[in-house]
DNA sequence: AGCACGATTAACT
DNA sequence: GTTAATCGTGCTC
């Protein structure tokens, strides 16, 4: 069944572990398109301020037009347009008021496989969603997901549930591509993976 | 109104 | 290892 706000309604990086191994499933014209969760990132816990965070980053942490949604209810979509180009898709956490969202990273493909690959230039299933960037674009993410309710039974983009995973089964470590994010946030272990999967981005 | 830059990727040398 | 692609957003003037 699909994962409801109780889930997500928690602090991003319980959030972002619990989202491991779960199943992200997408349906367009008819066909399901899905992939299992294998990589997350946290931000913006709201026990102490992440300035890796777009919500605490702009504005001096208040709402701006882009990052209005990470503000609002969890279990909403955050998608983020990133180099001109790429598409990110986060998933908000926490309270409403607080600025929290999982950056989901990476997924193992499960269903649509041949629809994905369609998509992502006949590129190597290996190479399908290993990357955040990569994900949205198997999954057919865009902005028009901004604000899409993933909770609603209705809807055409959701988190299927399933077992958790073991806490061996779970890596962490600092986050990728945070620039010039100033310490100790640079290098706080917020990104989270499960060990040994080949679908874990580079 | 203008400008610097980014939670990346793919194609180079 | 290096770099182009490419544009919305937020900040400064």
Redesign the pocket.
Known sequence: MRLQRPFFARPARVVAQDLLGKRLVRLVNGRLLAGTIVET?A??DSDQPDL????H????GKP????AV?FGTAGFA?V???????W?F?VVTGEPGQAN?V?VRALEPVLGLEEMQRV??G?SVA?LTN????LTQALQIDKSFNGANLCDPHGVLWIEDAPPLLPAAIGCGP???????PEPWFSMPWRYWVCGNPFV?V
């Open positions: 990132e931000y913006c890796a965070c777009h919500g980053r702009a504005n001096g701006t037009g882009r990052t990470m955050y983020y347009f990133s180099y001109g180009i790429h990110l986060n969202a950056l992502r230039n590129r190479q990357g955040p960037a990569k986050r990728i591509g945070l620039g010039k994010t981005s």
